[in-house]
């Protein structure tokens, strides 16, 4: 009895390749690296997008009421927080279509500059207002922080 052994066969060793490398083994260097090709390509994408800053408003927007403010109220000023503070007095505000109190408060002073407080002007549709600043230094302005 003959057996054909396979090793006449031009196929044997194609055969004998396939059988010892599994699909598995072939693909799992992909697999692997897959993950690698695809955080460089999103490193790559993302270090080439710019983010700007938002553009930073300096001041307060113009306020414009229809009417006149009312009078300012009789504020009670408290007692200084540290020696040398100021009191920055109290204001009628223009919100949401009225005019709302904002209270005075303390604040430390900047040397070479002073306090300007907030007014209302009568202008041309309404009354305008004029936002407090600290004032000095050469003519440059500096809005105080906000307060809220």
Do not use: D
């Amino acid at each position: 009895m003959v057996v054909n052994s396979g090793f006449g066969h031009p196929l044997w060793k194609l055969n004998r390749l396939e059988s010892t490398m599994q699909p598995r083994e072939i693909s799992s260097g992909w697999r692997r690296a897959v993950p690698a090709v695809v955080a460089a390509a999103a490193a790559l994408c993302l270090s080439a997008c710019v983010v700007a800053p938002a553009p930073v408003a300096y001041g307060e927007p113009a306020v414009v009421a229809p009417v006149a403010p009312p009078a300012p109220y009789a504020e009670s000023i408290t007692v200084a927080p540290a020696p040398g503070y100021i009191w920055i007095g109290g204001y009628w505000g223009w919100v949401g279509g009225r005019y709302m109190w904002r209270a005075g408060h303390w604040e430390a002073p900047r040397r070479g500059y002073h306090w300007v407080p907030r007014s209302w002007v009568a202008g041309p549709g309404g009354w305008h207002q004029r936002g407090g600043r600290w004032e000095g230094g050469g003519g440059r302005l500096h809005e105080p922080p906000p307060q809220y």
